[in-house]
């Protein structure tokens, strides 16, 4: 079952959101400035769509 | 390394293939009647039965799950009837072990069931029906001996419908990859219909027709010229109509704009590949990982394509990826080459760059065993790991991982990345960015952006690792304890991960490195990530101007905050305890 998951470029800060099917080994990249710095924030603490 | 003890389950036949002639009287007499998977179920078998006509030995077999019963015996009839007594229902199934040097992974694909996607209406309307169906119905073996009738009325069809890209390149269902074969099965199956039946209409609908091997191209030239009409776009629905039978299809034709629709006598669902579904077991038997699509990963997609990461260990056919016969039987031959080769070697040359484990300093936590990619560290619960140099590929993730520096990686130590940091960042620190590139891709992306005469700054300062698996949190944490302002990871892309999938555990560190960074009032933005690959000197280029952008945001203040954070903390010494004396 897939859940939504926060994620936050390091490089250009953007923060979106993301279905993550369980066990997947997917490379990640940011959505706006295809940065790999993609950190996966925590439930806590991320504020989810809109740019950080 | 080239050492297997492989054990192989014999099927029991219940009929012996020696005195078996294939005279067909027992499955005359046999009352099973079961739908005959060969023929896609369009015809039936009997319990006793040759699986197809080509089968080898030519003999017939007895499916024990589909025979009445044989204890006791219930039925008995095809016993009675053969004259040469070749049927043994006490048969059993034959345990065979076997030493072998090489395996060559060959299980071959399932093919998508394309019920799922209601949309199309298959097994809902009889004459809809899948590209492994229409081979069976145009096949001279098959149940109508070649002559093409739709299934619900047994008539020929004129107007036929074919649909591509049904179970590929569609996300939604969880297959986004390109079966690779259906676009050119499609184009000779409507070459088929024009040679066998020219008033058949024939009509493609398509996303992409992809016709890129030998002579493709041309195929799919004589495939229009012999009238087959192709359409660029999907059907969205697909009715019946009660009383003919005959199918509706909506279309948005693509290439004008609009929406059609579409009457066939029979539509043809021209469904792509999955991967074999009973892999798993031996994934796990044989140390294999897999791609996201769920096909087996090659050691290197370029340089190692028909090699596992177990030595020893090759793959031919679909079960590494999507690919027609004649790609298929290429691999066959390099997979059997590689095979020999090993077999034939007298002396394995293995990597110099392996890794080492001090057993005093061993704390037997296995968490190296957890990390190897290789499967390449022996260890049990209580017992010091021991590493197989000959499975040992060297990425160094396991010695970026061990905590209590008991791993060493042979060329690669850690002291001689501690003493790069240091000497790197002992003059001016803070006008460097330091950066550890992977060997195999992002320093080679580096070379590539040199040789290419891409500008990028020059304040870049690169140490290269085997993997950037190599690159333990205690490295970064020393560059930044170095006063370095800003501090890349880099490595290959995904797919490209020279050492199986090694750069996982790059992004756990990284990540766990954002979060202790983080906890420290250490701005986690000043480690990076990147992957560059070797032919993205482009790339290189653009991030190492990113990093410098960055390292300009970064003050002296913050430098000298984190490495008075991250200065290590003077070790308590312990109080010596004063001697208790003991009244005698």
Known sequence: MATRETFKCMMCGHVYQESVEPGEDKERSCPKCRSNSIRHLKAAGADAGKDG | MGNFTVTIRKKARYVDPTRCNSCGECAKVCPVVKPDEYQMGLSSRKAIYIPFPQAVPCSYILNMDDCLGNNPIACGKCAEVCEKECINYDDQDELVTREVGAV????????????EMDEYGYTRFENVITSMEFERLICAGGPTGGHFVRPSDRKRPKRIGFIQCVGSRNPEIGRPY????????????????ADHYPDIECTVFYQDIRAFGKSFEDMFQRSKEAGTRYIRGLPGDITEDPQTRNLTLTVENTTTGALQRHEFDMVILSVGVVPPRDRDKLSSLLTLSKTSDGFFMETHPKLKPVDAPTRGVYFAGFCEAPKDIKDSVCQAGAAASRAGALLNARQIKVEAVTSVIN??????????????????????????????EAACAGCGSCGATCKFGAITMRHFTDAQYFAQIRAILADKPQEKVFAFACNWCSYAGGDMAGISRMQYPATNRLVRTMCSARVSEEMVLEAFRCGAPVVLVSGCHYADCHYINANRQTVKRVQRLWD????????????????ISAAEGLKFAKVMRQMEELRQTVTMEEIEHTMQALAPKPKREKKEQEPVEVEA
């Open chain 2, 516 to 531: 202790r960074l983080e906890k420290l009032g250490i701005r986690p933005e000043r480690l990076q990530l990147e992957w």
């Open chain 2, 104 to 115: 060559i992974v060959a299980i071959g694909l399932d093919v998508y069931d394309p019920t």
């Open chain 2, 178 to 193: 390109c079966s690779n074969i259906c676009c050119m099965n499609t184009i000779k199956d409507s070459l088929l219909l």
């Open chain 2, 359 to 388: 057993a005093s300093a061993c704390k037997k936590c296995g968490l190296c065993a957890a990390v190897c990619p290789y499967g390449a560290i022996k260890w049990q619960k209580g017992e010091v790991a021991v590493v197989i």
